[in-house]
């Protein structure tokens, strides 16, 4: 296959306005061949900002079958497995956005799908082209570190991404909360740096809703021995917000968002050694790490080689997720629930305060 | 009427997360909850509740939130337009609909930066004053009760003081400023703080959804015990391990008022002409600089208390008598301004008419609001 790739987006949400619009129009590999709406007045919207001719817009995403060879699928993720696989079984390659699917079960149909058609498939996790987790990759294989013994991860910040249709409001929709949206970006990459990992232990603050904080433990493995991990998300407050391995001899340390190098810090010693690549390897993509990811996906396509996170990699991170929730106990919040009795005790109309869900005097008998 | 389901404005602030997880957690009613953005919702998204997300300058957009919600829980602020426009779309709404309680939560800023003595009782009529966002609050009474005469809407007004506890502005905004020094205490922190525990709040804000007696009234929402702003603010610097003997005690601090372009710019010239990095310029002037020696001598030649003085009202009212230095502290600040108010708002109508009795002592809101200021890492 030669020339560019016709490159169909599906879904025009935030994601797709600030990320894959921009990265597929800037770069030389494809062509936006069709864009996907439901919302009328929205893809108007994103036709007039970036200036799309009308006749690749579409409110009916079946339009896209015979006007694309790829398409990337960012729309809520409830939708990523169904239409997915509509386009995989069509032999379009499918770049997903994160996560593949809210489900295993759903992931399976969309690797059945791409084995029967030959399709690449390939996930947006666009962490995964930073520089730094490709240099912390290598600098583990060096053994700097020696004898790995924990890592810990943090990442929390006071609200944050607010999808256009509201999907993150709910299960259903979402699949989860802080662990699926922030968290498994650091999911994918844990398990690109270190190899499968057990889960030991997962506490989350989710009542029937999807969680705004969790923590969990994982047993991962280094050249044979034991790695202890230990995880934190939160959407309600801001944490270290970086990622620190410890070994026998120093620490490495990742900054959210610091893509270019990783610290290192010997131990027993005062200094800090900022560690990068001699040279850049962002090839023409510059530092925008969407095209990397687009660019990617087609150099896959054409070349019939692996995209940076395949289809089964978006799987086992869905399926670590899975098991998380699995085995979700409740974090202990007491400002939560331990005046509830004191607040509803006093409350005298017993009788006609009936929701659908029980009456103030069950809770209160309970 | 049973109430089977209550519409929230304001869902994602701090009142209406908390009703949100109290609704929910205790199961006594269901909550539709009406949300402008989703960046804020993670609180609430913890609970499987019925979210619709929009504007509430959008008309039909409210109307059909309210459709289907037998009462209105009002927390909502936002721009003007917002508490203007927002909150007539939805007392149309809930008109129409003929909501058995609409709950409307405003302040007791109603009454301004410095509340009379008869605002101990809510019989005191509230008027326009120099705080903009009491006169916004007052506004929005005013055209909750015009719905209630006109279409015999079955209001209720709330006007809690500071609300504190987990995830409260004003409990972040006390420890923001302790720890970065901008913390003054004003006449050693005498005047009453005026608190109510986002929890009883709650529970007035429930109280005033069943209770018949609560139609057409305004309640002041506190909570029994009154504390000082001397232990409110010692009780939060004592959880950033810092002395209470370091926040500096502020005297003469002038009322907060609107902006006076002149007379303030009159006002600032005297530190400006005293600031040393004018000085250093000027003395460059000689006539200038032998003037400037003249009355600095003549400074220096006065009483310790006289100086101190002078230096008072130059630097526009505040003085330091603690560690920490008093310049650092706004005299405009709000939590500076707040604090030479000394009337004590009571609950005596919400327990009388109610039964609200704001179970939650002092103690034990500071007890559960440290569970979370740590959990969170704020402190």
């Given at each position: 296959m030669s020339g560019r790739i016709r490159l169909g987006i599906v879904g025009a949400g935030a994601i797709a306005e600030n990320a894959h619009i921009p990265a597929a129009l800037s770069s030389n590999l494809a062509e936006l061949t069709a864009l996907s709406e439901t919302n009328q007045s929205r893809l108007r919207y994103l036709q007039q900002k970036f200036s799309l001719k009308h006749e690749i817009c579409f409110v009916d995403y079946r339009d896209v079958f015979t006007r694309a060879d790829a398409v990337i699928i960012a729309l809520p993720n409830h939708l990523h497995a169904s239409l997915g696989c509509e386009f995989l079984s069509r032999s379009i390659h499918v770049l997903c956005e994160k996560p593949l699917a809210t489900s295993v079960q759903e992931c399976e149909t969309m690797l059945e799908a791409s084995r029967s058609t030959g399709a690449v498939l390939a996930v947006g996790y666009y962490t995964r082209f930073?520089?730094?987790?490709?240099?912390?990759?290598?600098?583990?294989?060096?053994?700097?570190?020696?004898?790995?013994?924990?890592?810990?991860?943090?990442?929390?910040?006071?609200?944050?991404w607010a999808p256009l249709s509201g999907y993150n409001l709910t299960r259903q929709t979402a699949g989860g909360g802080v662990l699926v949206v922030s968290g498994s970006h650091f999911i994918d990459r844990m398990?690109?740096?270190?190899?499968?990992?057990?889960?030991?232990?997962?506490?989350?603050?989710?009542?029937?809703?999807?969680?705004?904080?969790?923590?969990?433990?994982?047993?991962?493995?280094?050249?044979?021995?034991?790695?202890?991990?230990?995880?934190?998300?939160?959407?309600?407050?801001?944490?270290?917000?970086?990622?620190?391995?410890?070994?026998?001899?120093?620490?490495?340390?990742?900054?959210?968002?610091?893509?270019?190098?990783?610290?290192?810090?010997?131990?027993?010693?005062?200094?800090?050694?900022?560690?990068?690549?001699?040279?850049?390897?962002?090839?023409?993509?510059?530092?925008?790490?969407?095209?990397?990811?687009?660019?990617?996906?087609?150099?896959?396509?054409?070349?019939?080689?692996?995209?940076?996170?395949?289809?089964?990699?978006?799987?086992?991170?869905?399926?670590?997720?899975?098991?998380c929730y699995s085995i979700a106990q409740p974090i202990d919040e007491p400002w939560v629930d331990q005046s509830l009795k004191l607040i509803m005790g006093s409350i005298p109309p017993l009788d006609k305060s009936v929701g659908t869900r029980g009456t103030i005097q069950e809770f209160l008998g309970n | 009427m049973e109430i089977r389901k209550v519409l929230i404005t304001g869902a994602t602030g701090f009142v209406g997360s908390r009703l949100c997880e109290v609704l929910f957690l205790t199961r006594c009613v269901d909550a539709r909850v009406f949300i402008h953005s989703t960046a804020s919702a993670a609180?609430?998204?913890?609970?499987?509740?019925?979210?619709?997300?929009?504007?509430?300058?959008?008309?039909?957009?409210?109307?059909?939130?309210?459709?289907?919600?037998?009462?209105?829980?009002?927390?909502?602020?936002?721009?003007?337009?917002?508490?203007?426009?927002?909150?007539?779309?939805?007392?149309?709404?809930a008109s129409a609909h003929r909501v058995s309680r609409f709950i409307h939560m405003s302040s007791v800023a109603v009454y301004g930066n410095n509340p009379p003595d008869g605002s101990a009782s809510e019989t005191e009529p509230a008027h326009k004053t120099d705080l903009a966002y009491g006169n916004a609050k007052l506004e929005?009474?005013?055209?909750?009760?015009?719905?209630?005469?006109?279409?015999?809407?079955?209001?209720?007004?709330?006007?809690p003081p500071n609300i504190y506890g987990p995830y409260s502005g004003f409990t972040l905004g006390l420890i923001d400023r302790i720890r970065s020094g901008k913390m003054g205490l004003v006449d050693g922190g005498k005047n009453p703080c005026n608190l109510v525990y986002i929890d009883n709040l709650i529970q007035a804000?429930?109280?005033?959804?069943?209770?018949?007696?609560?139609?057409?009234?305004?309640?002041?929402?506190?909570?029994?015990?009154?504390?000082?702003?001397?232990?409110?603010?010692?009780?939060?610097?004592?959880?950033?391990?810092?002395?209470?003997?370091?926040?500096?005690?502020?005297?003469?601090?002038?009322?907060?008022?609107?902006?006076?372009?002149?007379?303030?710019?009159?006002?600032?010239?005297?530190?400006?002409?005293?600031?040393?990095?004018?000085?250093?310029?000027?003395?460059?002037?000689?006539?200038?600089a032998m003037i400037e020696t003249n009355l600095y001598e003549r400074f220096q030649s006065l009483s310790p208390e006289r100086q101190e003085e002078i230096r008072q009202r130059l630097n526009g009212g505040s003085s330091g008598t603690r560690n920490n230095s008093p310049s650092a502290v706004d005299p405009r600040d709000p939590m500076i301004v707040a604090q030479r108010r000394s009337v004590v708002h009571s609950s005596q109508k919400a327990g009388r008419l109610l039964g609200y009795n704001a179970p939650i002592s002092y103690s034990e809101g500071m007890r559960l609001t440290e569970c979370w200021l740590r959990a969170s890492r704020r402190i």
């Open positions: 930073f520089s730094s987790t490709n240099l912390l990759k290598r600098l583990l294989e060096t053994r700097l570190l020696g004898t790995i013994s924990s890592f810990e991860y943090e990442f929390g910040t006071e609200g944050g398990l690109y740096l270190f190899g499968p990992a057990r889960i030991l232990s997962y506490k989350d603050d989710a009542h029937g809703g999807v969680e705004a904080n969790c923590v969990a433990a994982f047993d991962c493995q280094d050249s044979g021995n034991s790695v202890e991990g230990h995880v934190t998300l939160s959407k309600t407050h801001r944490l270290s917000n970086k990622l620190r391995i410890v070994g026998a001899n120093g620490t490495f340390e990742v900054a959210e968002g610091q893509s270019e190098s990783v610290a290192y810090y010997p131990r027993d010693s005062d200094l800090r050694h900022e560690i990068s690549f001699t040279s850049p390897i962002t090839g023409s993509a510059g530092d925008d790490h969407f095209k990397m990811e687009i660019e990617d996906f087609i150099r896959a396509i054409r070349t019939g080689g692996k995209p940076m996170v395949n289809g089964q990699e978006g799987t086992e991170s869905v399926a670590l997720i899975e098991e | 609180r609430i998204a913890r609970f499987p509740l019925d979210f619709v997300v929009g504007d509430l300058c959008d008309r039909n957009a409210v109307a059909k939130a309210v459709e289907g919600c037998d009462a209105v829980v009002h927390l909502a602020r936002g721009t003007t337009r917002v508490m203007q426009k927002g909150l007539r779309n939805l007392l149309t709404a929005e009474e005013e055209l909750v009760f015009t719905f209630s005469k006109r279409f015999a809407l079955p209001v209720v007004v709330l006007r804000i429930l109280l005033a959804l069943w209770k018949s007696e609560a139609v057409g009234e305004v309640f002041f929402v506190t909570d029994a015990q009154c504390i000082s702003w001397q232990t409110c603010v010692a009780d939060y610097a004592s959880l950033l391990k810092i002395p209470i003997s370091s926040i500096p005690s502020l005297t003469r601090v002038q009322p907060s008022s609107r902006p006076h372009i002149f007379r303030d710019s009159v006002r600032a010239l005297p530190r400006v002409f005293l600031s040393g990095e004018f000085r250093s310029v000027i003395r460059q002037v000689p006539l200038i």
